[in-house]
């Protein structure tokens, strides 16, 4: 059993920046890989950006050139980067731990609020 809690969300105007963190209680290192997903209101929440236990990552289209993600292995911790923030980016941000192709291990999320 792992838990993770996400923090770094909040209110910011587009164009604007802010940094989610993602601390386990257990090692990440166990997991294939690490994710971040977010739900926006009243659709389905979509994967933003992984990166697996040997740092390779992936984004999703909307996200690319402006999210990063990285991992501190020996702290046990995710982050996400969100720069150029849109209105569109708006939603809870949830990390997840992955086991094979599946998230086994979920978050509470953060809520990310984008202003235009």
């Known amino acids: 059993q792992v838990q993770l809690v996400e923090s770094g969300g909040g209110l910011v105007q587009a164009g604007g920046s802010l940094r989610l963190s993602c601390a386990a209680s257990?090692?990440?290192?166990?997991?294939?890989?690490m994710s971040w997903f977010r739900q926006a209101p009243g659709k389905q929440r979509e994967l933003v950006a992984a990166?697996?236990?040997?740092?390779?990552?992936h984004y999703a289209n909307s996200v690319k050139g402006r999210f990063t993600i990285s991992r501190d292995s020996a702290k046990n911790m995710v982050f996400l980067q969100m720069n150029s923030l849109k209105p569109e980016d708006t939603g809870v941000y949830y990390c997840?731990?992955?086991?094979?192709?599946?998230?086994?291990?979920w978050g509470q999320g953060t809520q990310v609020t984008v202003s235009s």
């Open positions: 997840a731990a992955v086991t094979g192709t599946n998230p086994s291990y």
């Open positions: 257990g090692s990440i290192g166990r997991f294939n890989a």
């Open positions: 990166i697996n236990d040997v740092s390779l990552t």
